[in-house]
Nanobody, 121 residues
Framework: QVQLVESGGGLMQPGGSLRLSCAASGDILSIGTMAWYRQAPGKQRDLVADITSGGRTNYADSVKGRFTISRDNARNTVYLQMNSLNPEDTAVYYC???????????????WGQGTQVTVSS
């Protein structure tokens, strides 16, 4: 099975920056679209940003101009650079890939375990 492991979350003051990483491991030949979602307490899980295998990006309106998604296909890793953080960004951040081509099969809709981001003074 392909696994996703997120890292980089933590506590940050308003106006600060954090960089999240999500590394995929397993018998991977290629990965499709990679994305970051977030879920605040009592709210639904929402898309933050995604990036296709070709590098095309898409952002939620609430993070445009502040967050940047990128990927390193050689390392099977996706990143989320988060700048100008505010308390409304507080949530558990999840990594997701829509498809993974493996040595003998495909795997779809793979989620990481999540990493907590808290923005507070």
């Amino acid at each position: 099975q392909v696994q996703l492991v997120e890292s980089g979350g933590g506590l940050m003051q308003p106006g600060g920056s954090l960089r999240l990483s999500c590394a995929a491991s397993g018998d991977i030949l290629s990965i499709g679209t990679m994305a970051w979602y977030r879920q605040a307490p009592g709210k639904q899980r929402d898309l933050v940003a995604d990036i296709t295998s070709g590098g095309r990006t898409n952002y939620a309106d609430s993070v445009k101009g502040r967050f940047t998604i990128s990927r390193d296909n050689a390392r099977n890793t996706v990143y989320l650079q988060m700048n100008s953080l505010n308390p409304e960004d507080t949530a558990v951040y999840y990594c997701k890939v829509d498809s993974v081509r493996r040595l003998r099969t495909w795997q779809f809709d793979v989620w990481g375990q999540g990493t907590q981001v808290t923005v507070s003074s």
